[in-house]
């Protein structure tokens, strides 16, 4: 097993457990668990890359991953369907348009960044600019709702579980498939870094608030 793959798996493997943490604590607190703008972002990144990432590269472990961090990524769209109403300013219908349109734009995103660049640098810049994104909703997240609602230390650190593996991967030791070594995903990956661990200490001090 080369060191890719290891880091590719262990990414793999911290993005499902955010997932399902992040479903688990959604229907604990009858809420969503990651926030809607970067929760569109990932899902038309997973819908879209995950075809062209199986006619481009075949059973590769990357497109596993993608494939079941999709499915994943439905159920989490569920909870922010089924309970995201209450949480917005608007009604029902507004709320759902809203929501619907905003996933459209999301996958035209994706198309015209995946035609610019192609489909390795499409998935990684797009990736990690969403990653960072996320990062900063977390932590807003974390200041706008009482308590820990929708939120969990253990979603904190598979998230962060989930990125430094690729942040080492294309920003410090290179992938031949990713095109080498990508100085720009270091310098993101390092504020990711930086937020995610920050999210982490706060949600363990609000833990130990809460008792």
Known sequence: MTTSTILLSICGIGWIMTYIEALRVGYKDKTYAIPFIALGLNFSWELYYTLPGY???GTHVSTYFNAFWL???CGILY???KYGPKEVAT???TFYIQAILYLIACLILQHFVFQWVG??????????LQCILMSILFIRMYYRRPGLQ???LILAIAKFVGTLPLTILFGIIGSNRGGGVHAPILYIGAVI????VAYIYLVAKRMKVIG
Not at 193 to 196: N, P, R
């Open 119 to 128: 489909i390795v640098l499409g998935a990684l810049y797009m990736g990690f």
């Open 79 to 81: 909870l922010y369907f």
């Open 193 to 196: 870094f930086v937020l995610d």
């Open 55 to 57: 006619f481009q590269f």
């Open 71 to 73: 499915l994943l990524d």
């Open 91 to 93: 009604n029902k219908r």
């Open 150 to 152: 929708g939120q969990s």
